[in-house]
């Protein structure tokens, strides 16, 4: 088996004139939105190939150990 594809969807890659304030708060705030994460070592991409499946596990257990901040596009309802 070889190397397959990895394919990003990215819909709605557009602003109109009401989400500009609110794209400049989400790139201008100070938290950390997405946390960063190595790859698990050691795989190599022979590695990958042979086990796939391990890999995947591997990925998972190393982002379960990590703090993930909490975050959402939708501004918070003020009722």
């Known amino acids: 088996m070889g190397l397959g594809v990895m394919q ?3 819909a709605h890659l557009h602003l109109y004139d009401s ?3 609110m794209a400049e708060e989400f790139l201008f705030r100070s938290e950390m939105v997405c946390a960063s994460m190595p790859l698990p070592t050691p795989w190599s ?3 990958i190939e042979a086990d796939p499946d391990g890999y995947v596990l ?8 990590r703090p993930w901040p909490k975050f959402s596009p ?5 009722t």
Not at 58 to 65: G, I, N
């Open 8 to 10: 990003v969807s990215v």
């Open 19 to 21: 989400h500009f304030e």
């Open 45 to 47: 991409v022979e590695d």
């Open 58 to 65: 591997a990925v998972r257990e190393e982002a379960s150990e």
């Open 74 to 78: 939708k501004p918070e309802v003020v």
